[in-house]
């Protein structure tokens, strides 16, 4: 039977839901749960359907990518991307992806942003790892911090009605001060945040930093491991942690390695330039168990992703990016006290890549001299790449604090 592709019905979220959960290997919703993240935006599912039933699933949700100097950048965030297996290898997801994209180029977004549930999959479609995640873990009782505390902020825990009012607030404030960071749109944090993340941990807890005045700057949503029999190990996870600056940071480090019946804390979406290590009297302590790619991005349209960020240090270069259809563009970037200006040119290029290398590079996340150096960066002039890496350098660096 032929395959069409299409957006589905608000009449058709339950088939919608069936499919998810068959692709993925997953549980079904409860039936208590919310489905505000399911129903929202319809118009931007990409569905194929086979004689009437969902056979995979995909869709864009719109979204405010933080580039590096606070620009906010409309993209399309890819989520809920699966095929059934008894329909794989037949080109669905191919399909599915370019109804997606060709969508987002439509509605002006010149990139697609997704996380990755398999590493393997992304590459052939331009996307690139742009931000890259940290799992961090330390026993409680190694962990001395090596400077004393400031005394000019307080936390306090909080209830689930004061932080559904409180931490939306705050996440808007603190995803400006990072490259990488998304918005989270209202029907995010009902079905996505509260019913999947906070509900599925048995002893959950919020934990709100204000600052000396009173004023709100960070949170941090924690599970804790149920306690068993005396001497059992307990464990502390970070659900979500998000501050606006580093102070508050360093200060919501302080309060988990001070909560009581915990052996260990970990963490497994830190951002690679975690201050922890910096601040505990020994380093060796803190234990990095992994560095995984987390945010995935597709420059469909490359002028308007190197157009909406600053750059580091003024300079001029000229770049070539190959597109997963076999077409070019190449952009001269030029930075200065003035501003930016990126415009389509012509002329040769002093560095050329693929769509995947330059979301790899276009947050700061990986340097142009690495990936030239790894033979996936073309050199025309050896002086640009350096000056490609001055330009590009971003701090703190990019990462994305959150999930899709």
């Known amino acids: ?68 100097g606070g ?29 997606m994209h060709d969508d987002a180029r439509d509605r002006g977004e010149s990139a697609a942003i997704l996380t990755a549930s398999e590493s393997s999959i992304y590459g052939r479609f331009g996307y690139g790892v742009a931000a890259w995640r940290l799992g961090l873990a330390a026993d409680r009782v190694h962990i001395r911090f090596s400077t004393p505390a400031n005394g000019g902020g307080r936390v306090r825990l909080v209830d689930r009605e004061e932080a559904k009012r409180v931490l939306p607030e705050i996440y808007e404030r603190a995803r400006l001060a990072r490259a ?21 941990t048995k002893a959950c807890f919020v934990v709100i930093h204000s600052d000396g005045s009173g004023r709100d700057d960070g949170y941090v949503t924690y599970g804790m ?51 922890l290590r910096h601040v505990v009297v020994d380093s060796r302590r803190v234990e990095t168990d992994a560095v995984h790619d987390h945010l995935w991005l597709a420059p469909l349209e490359p002028r308007g ?57 276009a947050l700061g996340g990986n340097r142009w001299t690495e990936l030239a150096d790894a033979g996936r960066v073309e050199v025309a002039r050896p002086e640009a790449l350096a000056r490609a890496d001055a330009m590009f350098l971003t701090s703190p660096a990019p990462a994305l604090l959150s999930f899709f």
């Open 305 to 361: 992703v190197l157009a909406a960020r600053s750059y580091s240090v003024p300079g001029r270069v000229v770049i070539t990016t190959r597109l997963p259809d076999g077409s070019t563009s190449t952009v001269a970037v030029e930075s200065s006290e003035a501003g930016t200006n990126c415009e389509v040119v012509a002329g040769p290029a002093d560095i050329s890549c693929d769509s995947t290398v330059l979301g790899m590079c």
């Open 71 to 99: 620009a906010l950048l409309p993209a399309a965030a890819v989520s809920w991307v699966s095929v059934l297996p008894t329909h794989r290898r037949r080109g669905i997801l191919t399909r599915m992806m370019a109804a």
């Open 1 to 68: 039977m032929p395959i069409e592709i299409r957006p589905i019905e608000g009449d058709e979220v339950d088939a919608l839901l069936v499919a998810d959960q068959r692709g993925f290997g997953g549980v079904p919703l409860r039936p208590d749960s919310s489905r505000s993240w399911a129903e929202g935006e319809l118009d931007r599912t990409r569905v194929a359907f086979e004689d009437g039933r969902i056979v995979g699933v995909s869709r864009t949700y719109s979204f405010e990518l933080t580039m590096p």
């Open 180 to 200: 990488g960071m998304v918005s989270r749109p209202p029907f995010w944090w009902e079905q996505v945040y509260w019913d999947h993340f906070v509900a599925a």
């Open 225 to 275: 491991s149920m306690g068993g029999p005396p001497g059992s190990k307990r464990e502390l996870s970070v659900i979500d942690m998000q501050a606006e600056s580093s102070a508050t940071w360093i200060a919501l480090w302080r309060y988990l390695f001070g909560v009581d019946l915990v052996d260990r804390v970990k963490v497994i979406n830190a951002p690679v330039d975690d201050p």
